[in-house]
């Protein structure tokens, strides 16, 4: 079974901080891991994902997020925080992406707030 | 970028009516597509896996008659509450894997939120 954990359901930053939201992971395998944002009643968008390769990705929005398999984390990251930035984040972790194994298991999400 | 297109985004309906939402691939073809209910401040649930052509494949505890789920061509899955009730109220989202894409990323729709009153 995959799992993802996300400690932390609250993230507050000042406007121009450095901001990270945590995730680790727990899969038999090798992940594809996800970040997605989603904003007040809306669906969620894609910001990136590690599948192979460099360790330390880059998605949209000036978001990064650096593969750490020794601790199995993904955390996202993002070197000055924006208001506009503040959002529910997702981390999801999947298998591949055939019809079953590529089903992707999805954290409880973390909140963040950017205060001006 | 792909675009999933979910329509309503808002439903109200009286109890014992039934819903259909539906859940569009706009530019690109997507042979599974999922299906999810998110309450106030919780994360996704997933609900069934839709497949292009074949059943749905439903989570444990979720009612496979109460969702119906069609996923008759290759850019279009429906969801239906059957006999809608209150506690059937809720955000429910699908997302659309491209289909032969290796990449794996979801592309979400923007939800509809049912109230059943």
């Known amino acids: 079974a995959q799992s993802v954990a996300q400690p932390e359901d609250q993230v507050n930053v000042a406007e121009g901080n450095p901001l990270t939201v945590k995730c680790t992971y727990s899969?038999?395998?090798?992940?594809?891991l996800f970040w997605y944002v989603q904003y007040p009643n809306r669906g969620l968008q894609f910001l990136l994902k590690y599948i192979t390769g460099d360790n330390l990705v880059k998605g949209s929005y000036g978001f990064e997020a650096e593969f750490n398999k020794s601790q199995t984390s993904f955390h996202l990251k993002k070197p000055s925080a924006l208001v506009s930035d503040s959002a529910l984040y997702f981390c999801?972790?999947?298998?591949?992406?055939?019809?079953?194994?590529?089903?992707?298991?999805f954290g409880d999400g973390t909140t963040l707030t950017v205060k001006p | 970028g792909a675009v999933v297109s979910q329509h309503p985004s808002r439903v109200i309906c009286k109890s014992g009516t039934s819903v259909k939402i539906e859940c569009r691939s706009l530019d690109f073809q997507a042979t599974t597509m999922f299906w999810y209910r998110q309450f106030p401040k919780q994360s996704l649930m997933l609900m069934a896996t839709?497949?292009?052509?074949?059943?749905?494949?439903?989570e444990q505890g979720v009612e496979k008659d109460k969702f119906l789920i069609n996923h008759a061509s290759l850019t279009l899955s429906t969801l239906t509450v059957t006999s809608a009730h209150p506690e059937d109220s809720s955000f429910y989202i699908c997302?659309?894997?491209?289909?032969?894409?290796?990449?794996?990323?979801?592309?979400f729709g923007e939800g509809s939120r049912l109230t059943v009153l």
């Open positions: 839709s497949n292009e052509g074949s059943k749905a494949t439903y």
């Open positions: 999801a972790v999947s298998l591949g992406v055939n019809t079953n194994a590529g089903k992707s298991t």
């Open positions: 899969v038999s395998g090798n992940p594809y």
């Open positions: 997302s659309a894997r491209e289909t032969g894409a290796n990449t794996g990323e979801l592309f």
